[in-house]
């Protein structure tokens, strides 16, 4: 059963090491910190991906910095509690993780799979150009009733099918995990720059008609 579930939230990142480990917490003495790393676009731009790692799987007290890594894992959301709200922060929960000489025979450095259901009303906006866009915010299980919710993007086509599905319908999404830069209104005189994480969908399937489109994101 838990290897079942496993399979409806899968990631892959290669990238270059960007941060030290920072310690984030422990369980049952297994250390957990975060990493981020630099994950190239097709584009010259780059995604800056968080990772939580645990120090089981690699010697934390080393600099990585300027290395590259491939891991494996999942999408991982949990609600930090600030300024009298919840905040949904996001991470990639490594489970396996490899150092690489380079990236360069990396066919696909940022993937990722998640199957889940729909969990808030599709919001479907076009930006004044006219690109059709539509954020989703997916409910992926995890074993012993726990959930992530994933911020997802479409774009185009898979946009204006996204705006006619239901809360509670199951999706299953092809993409990749991007990095977005924004400004938060902290009071009438300070904002702070913040980054927010979310899967841009290059390809989905939904259960209501059985219809899968797909459309390359440049």
């Known amino acids: 059963m838990t290897d079942k579930i496993f399979d ?3 990631v892959t990142i290669a990238g270059e090491v960007v941060s030290n480990f920072v310690f984030s917490h422990d369980v049952f003495g297994e250390g957990f910190y975060c990493l981020e790393v630099s994950v190239g676009r097709l584009s010259s731009s780059h995604d800056i991906i968080p990772l ?34 919840n905040r949904l922060v996001l991470s990639v929960f490594v489970r396996e993780i490899e150092i690489l000489e380079g990236i360069e025979d ?8 998640l199957d889940g259901y729909i969990c808030k009303l599709p919001v479907y906006r076009k930006t004044p150009l006219g690109r059709e866009i539509a954020d989703l915010l997916l409910a992926v299980n995890r074993p012993y009733g726990k959930s992530d919710y994933i ?3 479409c774009w185009g086509r898979n946009a204006r099918f996204a705006d006619s599905f239901k809360v509670g319908g199951h999706l299953q999404i092809w993409g990749r ?3 977005r830069e924004y400004q938060k209104k902290i009071s009438e005189t300070e904002v702070e720059k913040r980054v927010a994480f979310e899967v841009s969908v290059s ?9 899968m489109i797909q459309e390359e994101i440049s």
């Open 177 to 179: 995990i991007q990095s």
């Open 52 to 85: 939580m790692v645990s120090d089981r799987l690699i010697d934390v007290k080393k600099d990585y910095i300027g290395k590259f890594i491939q891991v494996s894992g999942q999408f991982r959301s949990y609600n930090r509690h600030e300024e009298l709200k």
């Open 203 to 211: 390809k989905m399937e939904y259960d209501e008609d059985a219809l």
């Open 8 to 10: 409806n939230n899968q």
């Open 151 to 153: 911020p997802c993007i």
């Open 106 to 113: 990396i066919v696909n450095p940022n993937s990722i799979f």
